[in-house]
């Protein structure tokens, strides 16, 4: 508006300028009246800014370090020593000391709230920042853009041999040929002379990595209402991830003497793009009501610059390169494509009824070209049976609602919904075929396999009542069936009914219970492992490694109970107590798969929790609150090695390392938070502290009478060492609003203030899985002498640090 008033007042100095010089008196008199210009700032009486922004300086009393090596080793044979390190700490964002941004909002709008204009922006210049700029004119136009960055951080002190980290060619200069670390039967650990062979190798040729990815989000979102009755809607967005993630990987199988187990940091370059459009109309029927079409579509891009990457094999051999290859070769996410398109209507029928529906169909493909079976030069390759893949899948969903209010009092709502997953890809019969880039596990010899396209059906169908006889009381009801139709599963059809009762209520302004229960069962209607395994060996003698006493637990039978209590009470106005308020709250989910004994898999899963909040406010600035909250998690399941025939469809003998093992977590959570106004509107002081720690009690024993493993005797049955996790976070800050006559003076015309804040949070892990992981496992495990893993889990850290900020709004 400034320019526009510029070159209007340019253009009448102008015109005053030359009239004398060529105009006549003649010419004057019978010049055009001049042309009035619209004042935008008058038609919407002018713009109002507003805005705020917070920056400030850490430092830290005590920072993690970036990197920890608590691991064992040949110099330090019991592990231990500082096991803190910063990527748990930074895990989704860097924390470092220093001048910081966290906060800024700009917003410009007209003073009729026509027009609309705002920029916020969080973390500044910092590897996780997020910037949004919204534009409006009050209903017609929206629009919002985006940019954020959102890092994930694994770890900072992963160790590697590698060379070409974030490259798809891995290469090391480690050396230890496979035949030299041979296992012999009956030996099951390695000799001092295998183990010192592998420290030689290893010596001076490990460096510390970060592994973490690296995402960039642009996205963008506009919708348009021209007039009351439509309604449309575009959005895209287009996200690109870089960096490194731990990939395990195997050479040669689970042969004895053939298997060679890494982990190596596999390279991620890949973009998603994201794309939405709709239409809607609203519109009135002739009864009085109202209707609703919606018509949109979108689509979803997946392109990954890398299809696989290949590591050299630090166990190479040359006296046995068929089992000992030369390098592997893992293959990554596939490039791939997804298109829907879909209705949703909505009317308002007679009898008070509204009736909502959605169609949808979507499409996905995918179809790189296939690699071939190893990049083992010393194996003999097979044709591939297909080129690629032709990979189709297409689902159809149909979702439909009715609700109607009969009387003030009572209301009931029918659910109807139906999902189908349509698998088009192509069946592959493998004759032949090599795994894992080595002859050590004899696949290659001859047995087939055939990939199979799994498809199935959902369907859920619910009719719901509530009533409400009192304003105090409500109560509801729910009768469901939920059914899964599956092909190429153990499992053909499962029908799961479903029953819930709900109770809520309302003692005038003092107390509100919300209740709920959930009973529903899962049944199967026939369970064939075999037929399953067959379709995948494609043979009916093999021994092929499939266990068909086991029961998948997403297909087994099952009885399930929910049930949630949640309790609010608050003192009575008028009373000491009429600002202490305490919420008890209660739940639980038992699930039990109902099988025979002598089938395995998951036999429960329960889990119940318990806790209270409690706050009081004890003037109108001040109050204080507290919460504990108990989890209990409660798992069994059963397993065993024991295969079966696939002629006979039986186990090969009897099952005779049948174990059960129990798992058993406790998590206990504790908040406590004040906030007290020292000085009204002048110092206000807040604290705040949180504890969660839990400990996981993990068993294993014989199950059900059956014999204990051969080769171990009662040895091999005893619990699991406890898995214990503490966290803790203390906050505290100081906040100073300054004296608005001073800011005032200092030419400012909004809130002021300066908040100091003190920051303390340690986490701590004992867990006997990942303390000791390194590439020196071998000195853990002396049957694993080629096995060399990175160390790439560690999510201790102790932190302490201070920050100043100033806060301005305006």
Same mark, same amino acid.
């Given at each position: 508006?400034?320019?526009?008033?510029?070159?209007?007042?340019?253009?009448?100095?102008?015109?005053?300028?030359?009239?004398?010089?060529?105009?006549?008196?003649?010419?004057?008199?019978?010049?055009?009246?001049?042309?009035?210009?619209?004042?935008?700032?008058?038609?919407?009486?002018?713009?109002?800014?507003?805005?705020?922004?917070?920056?400030?300086?850490?430092?830290?009393?005590?920072?993690?370090?970036?990197?920890?090596?608590?691991?064992?080793?040949?110099?330090?044979?019991?592990?231990?020593?500082?096991?803190?390190?910063?990527?748990?700490?930074?895990?989704?964002?860097?924390?470092?000391?220093?001048?910081?941004?966290?906060?800024?909002?700009?917003?410009?709008?007209?003073?009729?709230?026509?027009?609309?204009?705002?920029?916020?922006?969080?973390?500044?210049?910092?590897?996780?920042?997020?910037?949004?700029?919204?534009?409006?004119?009050?209903?017609?136009?929206?629009?919002?853009?985006?940019?954020?960055?959102?890092?994930?951080?694994?770890?900072?002190?992963?160790?590697?041999?590698?060379?070409?980290?974030?490259?798809?060619?891995?290469?090391?200069?480690?050396?230890?040929?496979?035949?030299?670390?041979?296992?012999?039967?009956?030996?099951?650990?390695?000799?001092?002379?295998?183990?010192?062979?592998?420290?030689?190798?290893?010596?001076?040729?490990?460096?510390?990595?970060?592994?973490?990815?690296?995402?960039?989000?642009?996205?963008?979102?506009?919708?348009?209402?021209?007039?009351?009755?439509?309604?449309?809607?575009?959005?895209?967005?287009?996200?690109?991830?870089?960096?490194?993630?731990?990939?395990?990987?195997?050479?040669?199988?689970?042969?004895?003497?053939?298997?060679?187990?890494?982990?190596?940091?596999?390279?991620?370059?890949?973009?998603?793009?994201?794309?939405?459009?709709?239409?809607?109309?609203?519109?009135?029927?002739?009864?009085?009501?109202? $209707? &609703?079409?919606? #018509?949109?579509? %979108?689509?979803? @891009?997946?392109?990954?610059?890398?299809?696989?990457? +290949?590591? *050299?094999?630090?166990?190479?051999?040359?006296?046995?390169?068929?089992?000992?290859?030369?390098?592997?070769?893992?293959?990554?996410?596939?490039?791939?494509?997804? $298109? &829907?398109?879909? #209705?949703?209507? %909505?009317?308002? @029928?007679?009898?008070?009824?509204?009736?909502?529906? +959605?169609? *949808?169909?979507?499409?996905?493909?995918?179809?790189?070209?296939?690699?071939?079976?190893?990049?083992?030069?010393?194996?003999?390759?097979?044709?591939?049976?297909?080129?690629?893949?032709?990979?189709?899948?297409?689902?159809? @969903?149909?979702?439909?609602?009715?609700?109607?209010?009969?009387?003030?009092?009572?209301?009931?709502?029918?659910?109807?919904?139906?999902?189908?997953?349509?698998?088009?890809?192509?069946?592959?019969?493998?004759?032949?075929?090599?795994?894992?880039?080595?002859?050590?596990?004899?696949?290659?010899?001859?047995?087939?396999?055939?990939?199979?396209?799994?498809?199935?059906?959902?369907?859920?169908?619910?009719?719901?009542?509530?009533?409400?006889?009192?304003?105090?009381?409500?109560?509801?009801?729910?009768?469901?069936?939920?059914?899964?139709?599956?092909?190429?599963?153990?499992?053909?059809?499962?029908?799961?009914?479903?029953?819930?009762?709900?109770?809520?209520?309302?003692?005038?302004?003092?107390?509100?219970?919300?209740?709920?229960?959930?009973?529903?069962?899962?049944?199967?209607?026939?369970?064939?492992?075999?037929?399953?395994?067959?379709?995948?060996?494609?043979?009916?003698?093999?021994?092929?490694?499939?266990?068909?006493?086991?029961?998948?637990?997403?297909?087994?039978?099952?009885?399930?109970?929910?049930?949630?209590?949640?309790?609010?009470?608050?003192?009575?106005?008028?009373?000491?107590?009429?600002?202490?308020?305490?919420?008890?709250?209660?739940?639980?989910?038992?699930?039990?798969?109902?099988?025979?004994?002598?089938?395995?898999?998951?036999?429960?899963?329960?889990?119940?929790?318990?806790?209270?909040?409690?706050?009081?406010?004890?003037?109108?600035?001040?109050?204080?609150?507290?919460?504990?909250?108990?989890?209990?998690?409660?798992?069994?399941?059963?397993?065993?090695?024991?295969?079966?025939?696939?002629?006979?469809?039986?186990?090969?003998?009897?099952?005779?390392?049948?174990?059960?093992?129990?798992?058993?977590?406790?998590?206990?959570?504790?908040?406590?938070?004040?906030?007290?106004?020292?000085?009204?509107?002048?110092?206000?002081?807040?604290?705040?502290?949180?504890?969660?720690?839990?400990?996981?009690?993990?068993?294993?024993?014989?199950?059900?009478?059956?014999?204990?493993?051969?080769?171990?005797?009662?040895?091999?049955?005893?619990?699991?060492?406890?898995?214990?996790?503490?966290?803790?976070?203390?906050?505290?800050?100081?906040?100073?609003?300054?004296?608005?006559?001073?800011?005032?003076?200092?030419?400012?015309?909004?809130?002021?203030?300066?908040?100091?804040?003190?920051?303390?949070?340690?986490?701590?892990?004992?867990?006997?899985?990942?303390?000791?992981?390194?590439?020196?496992?071998?000195?853990?495990?002396?049957?694993?002498?080629?096995?060399?893993?990175?160390?790439?889990?560690?999510?201790?850290?102790?932190?302490?640090?201070?920050?100043?900020?100033?806060?301005?709004?305006?």
């Amino acid at each position: 508006m400034a320019f526009r008033q510029f070159l209007l007042t340019s253009a009448a100095i102008s015109v005053v300028t030359v009239i004398p010089l060529s105009a006549t008196a003649e010419t004057m008199a019978k010049e055009e009246p001049a042309r009035s210009v619209p004042d935008f700032d008058a038609a919407h009486g002018g713009w109002s800014y507003s805005g705020e922004f917070e920056a400030g300086w850490r430092s830290f009393i005590q920072r993690p370090p970036k990197s920890a090596t608590p691991w064992v080793s040949p110099t330090n044979p019991t592990g231990g020593g500082d096991r803190n390190n910063r990527s748990k700490f930074e895990e989704y964002g860097r924390i470092a000391p220093g001048f910081y941004a966290e906060y800024l909002r700009m917003t410009l709008q007209t003073k009729d709230g026509t027009y609309w204009n705002e920029l916020r922006a969080d973390n500044i210049g910092n590897n996780n920042q997020r910037y949004i700029f919204d534009f409006s004119k009050a209903g017609e136009h929206y629009l919002t853009l985006g940019w954020d960055e959102i890092p994930h951080l694994y770890n900072t002190s992963a160790l590697s041999i590698w060379n070409g980290v974030g490259t798809t060619t891995l290469t090391t200069p480690v050396a230890i040929p496979g035949n030299t670390l041979s296992i012999v039967a009956p030996a099951t650990t390695t000799t001092a002379a295998q183990r010192a062979a592998v420290t030689n190798a290893l010596a001076g040729k490990t460096n510390l990595i970060d592994v973490g990815i690296d995402r960039r989000k642009g996205s963008a979102a506009y919708r348009w209402t021209p007039d009351p009755n439509w309604d449309v809607k575009a959005s895209y967005s287009h996200e690109q991830r870089e960096g490194t993630q731990i990939a395990g990987f195997p050479i040669g199988g689970l042969a004895g003497t053939g298997l060679q187990q890494m982990q190596a940091p596999r390279p991620i370059d890949d973009t998603t793009q994201i794309g939405k459009l709709s239409g809607q109309y609203f519109g009135p029927t002739p009864w009085g009501g109202h $209707y &609703n079409v919606q #018509v949109g579509g %979108g689509f979803s @891009l997946y392109d990954n610059s890398f299809n696989s990457f +290949t590591v *050299q094999n630090p166990f190479f051999d040359p006296a046995n390169p068929r089992v000992f290859s030369p390098a592997a070769r893992i293959s990554l996410m596939p490039s791939n494509q997804a $298109y &829907n398109t879909g #209705v949703t209507t %909505g009317i308002d @029928l007679p009898f008070k009824t509204r009736w909502n529906s +959605t169609f *949808q169909y979507t499409t996905m493909r995918q179809n790189e070209a296939f690699m071939p079976f190893t990049v083992n030069p010393n194996i003999t390759t097979f044709l591939l049976p297909a080129s690629s893949l032709n990979g189709e899948v297409n689902t159809a @969903l149909y979702n439909t609602t009715a609700t109607t209010q009969w009387t003030p009092e009572f209301r009931t709502t029918t659910r109807y919904r139906y999902y189908d997953n349509d698998n088009q890809t192509p069946e592959l019969l493998m004759p032949n075929y090599v795994v894992e880039d080595s002859s050590a596990t004899g696949i290659a010899a001859g047995i087939p396999r055939r990939s199979l396209s799994m498809s199935y059906t959902k369907q859920n169908a619910s009719g719901e009542m509530q009533w409400r006889p009192a304003k105090w009381v409500t109560f509801g009801s729910t009768f469901g069936w939920e059914q899964w139709d599956r092909s190429r599963r153990d499992a053909n059809v499962t029908n799961e009914f479903i029953g819930k009762l709900t109770a809520d209520f309302k003692v005038h302004d003092i107390a509100t219970l919300r209740t709920s229960g959930q009973y529903s069962e899962r049944r199967y209607d026939n369970y064939d492992g075999l037929a399953m395994a067959r379709d995948t060996y494609y043979s009916a003698t093999a021994n092929n490694g499939t266990n068909l006493l086991m029961r998948k637990f997403d297909m087994a039978n099952r009885n399930q109970t929910k049930a949630n209590a949640f309790l609010d009470i608050s003192g009575p106005a008028g009373s000491v107590f009429r600002d202490f308020v305490i919420s008890p709250t209660a739940g639980l989910r038992f699930e039990d798969y109902p099988d025979d004994p002598l089938f395995f898999g998951l036999k429960k899963s329960n889990t119940w929790n318990a806790g209270i909040d409690i706050t009081y406010s004890f003037t109108p600035g001040s109050s204080i609150q507290a919460s504990y909250l108990y989890e209990t998690y409660d798992r069994f399941q059963v397993g065993s090695g024991t295969l079966t025939n696939s002629a006979t469809g039986l186990p090969n003998a009897t099952p005779i390392n049948a174990f059960g093992s129990n798992t058993l977590e406790k998590v206990q959570t504790i908040l406590i938070a004040s906030t007290l106004e020292l000085i009204p509107g002048v110092l206000d002081f807040k604290l705040g502290y949180a504890i969660s720690f839990s400990h996981e009690d993990w068993d294993y024993g014989p199950y059900n009478g059956y014999a204990l493993l051969a080769n171990a005797g009662g040895a091999v049955y005893r619990p699991f060492p406890t898995v214990s996790t503490n966290y803790q976070r203390l906050d505290a800050s100081l906040k100073h609003t300054i004296d608005p006559s001073i800011v005032a003076k200092l030419g400012w015309t909004g809130e002021v203030y300066v908040k100091a804040r003190y920051i303390w949070e340690r986490n701590s892990v004992d867990n006997w899985q990942q303390d000791l992981m390194s590439p020196y496992l071998y000195l853990v495990d002396t049957t694993l002498a080629r096995m060399i893993d990175m160390g790439a889990t560690n999510p201790n850290y102790d932190a302490q640090y201070f920050q100043v900020s100033l806060n301005a709004k305006w």
